[in-house]
């Protein structure tokens, strides 16, 4: 151990005639401690957040979505195969895409309607794993069965909140009304059809599971009257952070007719209002740490006052100006590194609790989910741990140039 960091140690541990000082310096790694703590864990949550938010949209929504210019796709089968060409992607399929009203004779209730394809569906969306109750396979196409009257009996999966609202429950019957109506001598009179509920699924979003029905993509052109066509593509790619290059790529395969959005685009407004909240929040935290550096300032600056004395005799026995300013910058970097391992135990412990016991429960029409989802990211750690050692780092710069400034001569003089 070198003479510096003894003294350090010395004057950290050591019983002090002024109380009023060592309480100051247990104020400063306290306010260290609760910074990083609160910075560990308010980040975790957020991390947890966005993570979690990811998930569930692409739960329910694809990678990818290719569209028309020209409105809907008329070849989407050769399109389709076009798309599953192109190096990255997993699977394509198409949709049909629109707004209905859905009646169960007790409520009423808007929903955004998707005919889909349940042979290919599965390979791009999570459908079949968000369900909870039914089956994707039991969305049978207008051809695949009837009952004993000859009649198509075609079924509709909805979103778990949906099915709720309307007051329906797996077996039920809910007619379809779409404003897309047909003309007849009376005017244009809105279209509706009979579906049976033959799934419900939660996605765990309630934006999603209180508006999204589905049924099968024939029964949708058939429901619509708009033939054998579709509203786009959706598609899914190896990996989701590499979708934009595999986006420009079906642009320049698909050629000028097409629109190609990936998940990123379709949510930059909401990612990105995270990604800004997280950054204002670190700021914000970081000024706990800050008010923690003022007490190590005041704290140094008092002991400086204290040991005027044993600097002088220091000096006097051949001490270094450089020396004498180490010992006290090493001091106020003990502070600094012992609140900032406190902080780092403290936050790993309350995200484990926060993660194992989920005891904070949110409303789920408020909020995305229903308790605070955390995820640790090592690089927010390790940021959180090197900011609160800078800014500890940087409060000990003038207490401890003020000490080696100390003139022994003058200092033993007046003792």
């Not at 990996?239 to 629109?259: C, P, Q, T």
């Not at 590194?337 to 995200?351: A, D, E, N, R």
Request: aromatic share 8%; hydrophobic share 50%.
């Amino acid at each position: 151990m070198n003479f510096e960091l003894f003294v350090s140690l010395r004057y950290l541990l050591a019983k002090r005639r002024q109380t009023f000082i060592s309480l100051i310096t247990l104020i400063s790694i306290a306010g260290v401690a609760v910074g990083v703590t609160a910075l560990i864990v308010v980040l975790a949550v957020m991390n947890g957040f966005q993570e979690d938010l990811r998930t569930r949209i692409l739960g329910v929504t694809s990678h990818v979505v290719v569209g028309s210019f020209k409105g809907a796709i008329t070849d989407y089968r050769a399109v389709n195969a076009q798309i599953e060409k192109e190096p990255g992607v997993v699977a394509a399929t198409p949709f049909v895409y629109t707004q209905v009203m859905i009646s169960s004779g007790k409520n009423v209730a808007g929903a955004i309607l998707r005919g889909i394809d349940p042979q290919t569906a599965y390979k791009v969306i999570n459908i079949q794993d968000n369900m909870i109750r039914g089956s994707l396979g039991d969305l049978r196409a207008p051809s695949a069965g009837s009952d004993e009257t000859g009649a198509v009996q075609p079924g509709i999966i909805l979103g778990n909140e949906l099915a709720n609202n309307l007051g329906v429950r797996h077996g039920d019957w809910v007619t379809i009304i779409s404003p897309a109506g047909r003309l007849t001598p009376m005017g244009q009179v809105p279209k509706s059809k009979l579906f049976q509920v033959v799934g419900i699924i939660q996605a765990g979003m309630y934006e999603y599971d209180n508006t999204l029905a589905y049924i099968h993509l024939e029964t949708a052109q058939q429901f619509l009257g708009i033939g054998d066509v579709v509203t786009g593509i959706e598609v899914k790619v190896k990996d989701i952070y590499n979708a934009r290059e595999i986006a420009d790529g079906l642009r320049s395969r698909l050629k000028d007719s097409f629109w190609v959005r990936d998940w990123m685009q379709m949510n930059q407004n909401l990612f990105s209002a995270l990604k800004l909240e997280k950054a204002v929040m670190f700021i914000i935290l970081t000024l706990i740490i800050l008010v923690a550096a003022f007490n190590i300032v005041s704290s140094l600056i008092m002991l400086v006052m204290e040991k005027t004395r044993d600097i002088a005799i220091l000096k006097a026995m051949g001490a270094t100006t450089a020396s004498i300013r180490k010992i006290f910058v090493l001091e106020g970097l003990l502070i600094g590194v012992s609140g900032t391992i406190l902080g780092l135990l403290g936050g790993f412990g309350l995200c484990t609790i926060l993660k194992k016991y989920q005891f904070i429960e949110l409303p789920r029409d408020v909020y995305y989910f229903s308790t605070l989802p955390v995820k640790l990211e090592g690089t927010d750690v390790a940021l959180i741990a090197l900011s609160a050692i800078a800014i500890s780092l940087t409060a000990t710069l003038y207490p401890s140039r003020q000490a080696a400034k100390l003139d022994p001569s003058e200092a033993l003089r007046y003792e």
